[in-house]
């Protein structure tokens, strides 16, 4: 019986490294079938987003948010009137699906719209697409218009999505930084332009296009014609295409002029305008958008659209086109919300660039949009950077005001590529497109801690 024992005792003990391979073996299975399902390379890289982490930060700490930008007032109430129509409307085809590539009404007003602005006629049809936001708009013409290794250069600071967007497409970005001609006194969003040998520097035969935002986030700066027509000469020799975010169009203020460089000679056939209703009628929640340019570039769009998104909410589209018609009837008249929501915004700009000196910081007063940076480095002796672990110092800056303060602003780094963030470190971004109130409030907040210090 002993031997028996033994014998069996044995015969395990002859297996077990067979056991112990196929533990092993399903181990490296296991793994294999983990990397199967990881996140694909493209996307290596882009997980970070400043949005969803500062938004987390805002619910958790509940401070004074001036750092997305939305407005925090009542949108104009002839476009949230059009909508709760369209919702109830008689025509029950108003709220089932509308045409893909834009619901006839709206493409039809974006057409009599921009046909006005360019002195060119727009097929509705062919010309113009509608898309889920200016977000999806810039989606579909990266992707429509790159092969993998095309190159597309980017104007930083830049809206955070255009990397990842080019990265997931197959190209490669190359970067360009607009930089201040003066760090001190008074400074304006005019003051960041770009050093006209670098941008010539990075153009040759891979380029496919160059992506341009104007009036510019987070700056507010508004290019020039005569800064546009460089871009447009070099888009020309190279046979390169133009991405013109224009969203913030109407957002100038006076005496700033906001150009099209579609209507630049020769640059409409090259060019691809991405416009927002969200800020254009400052419904950001709507999330429609869209893009406008010759047929054959438009077609690209389209295709990579139609096997996206498809076709985008036909009540908004309806009441976004109402809201159209209405501005067109008094287009250029100072009750047109194209005129008043700048000339509303002027004097909130001026309040914050005001308390922001107030407390010893430096904004760039933007030209344009609705957003200033201001440089915060006066303030370091009284905040806690130490305390954060984030790698950028505008993080950290932004993270401290955020808990300690109750004043959230954006790290302007988060716009900046990797290699050139240290350029943003020293900036906040904050929005005023605000409540008075509101405004008034962060201005208080600001002024008594500085007074605690």
Known sequence: M???????????????????????????HSKAAMDKFSLPERFIGTEKSVWVEYIQLALKHKPLNLGQGFPDFHAPENVTKALAASATSENPLLNQYTRGFGHPRLVNALSKLYSRILNRDLNPNSEILVTSGAYEGLFVAIHGHTRPGDEWIIIEPFFDCYEPMILGAGGTPRFIALKPKRTSGNISSGDWVLDKEELEGLFNEKTKGIIVNTPHNPTGKVFTREELQVIADLAKKWNAIVISDEVYEWLVYKPNEHVRIATLPGMYERTITIGSAGKTFSVTGWKIGWAYGPANLIYNLQIVHQNTVYTCATTIQEAIAIGFEQEIARYGQPDCYFESLARDLLPKRDYMASFLREVGMNPTVPEGGYF???????????????????????????????????????????????????????NVRYCFIKRDENLQEAARILKEWKARQ
Do not use: C
């Open 2 to 28: 002993m031997l028996a024992r033994v014998g069996l005792f044995k015969t395990i003990y002859r297996f077990q490294p067979s056991v112990v391979a196929l533990a092993q073996v399903n181990e490296s």
């Open 372 to 426: 200033m940076i201001a440089n915060w480095t006066a303030l370091a002796d009284k905040v806690e950077l130490s305390t954060e672990k984030d790698q950028y110092k505008d993080y950290k800056f932004t993270k401290w005001m955020t808990k300690n303060v109750g004043l959230q602003g954006i790290p302007p780094s988060a716009f900046y590529s990797t290699e050139h963030k240290h350029l943003g470190e020293d």
